[in-house]
């Protein structure tokens, strides 16, 4: 069963900016300015989906200087992974169980 807090971050995560985001902070810890040249967002409509992920404990920041770098936290992704495999695995066991029981 999906929680809350997994609905809530599949709500996050169905933004197609801030999905872009995330596949980007896949790859490498980035700043604003970075992503703003990625993603061809404007820099405060980036920053309110930067800190739309910050608050949904999807990215991390490290200030350096002037800049603020954003990093994914992976172990967030491998828990909505985990919470789709475990509704994966009982549709598996409910199909089984339906087929045994077919007409």
Not at 13 to 27: F, M, W
Not at 58 to 70: A, I, L, S
Not at 72 to 88: G, H, K, N, T
């Amino acid at each position: 069963m999906m929680t809350s807090a997994t609905t809530d971050l599949i709500r996050v995560l169905a933004d197609p900016l801030r999905l872009r985001i995330v596949t980007l902070l896949a790859h490498e810890t980035l700043c604003t300015t970075h992503l703003v040249a990625e993603t061809g967002a404007k820099q405060t409509n980036l920053s309110n989906h930067l800190r739309v992920l910050r608050e949904a404990g999807v990215v991390d920041t490290e200030p350096c200087g002037r800049f603020t770098y954003y990093r994914l936290r992976p172990e967030v992704l491998d828990a909505l992974a985990a919470s789709f495999a475990d509704l994966a695995a009982t549709a598996r066991t409910t199909l089984d169980s339906d087929r045994k029981r077919s007409c």
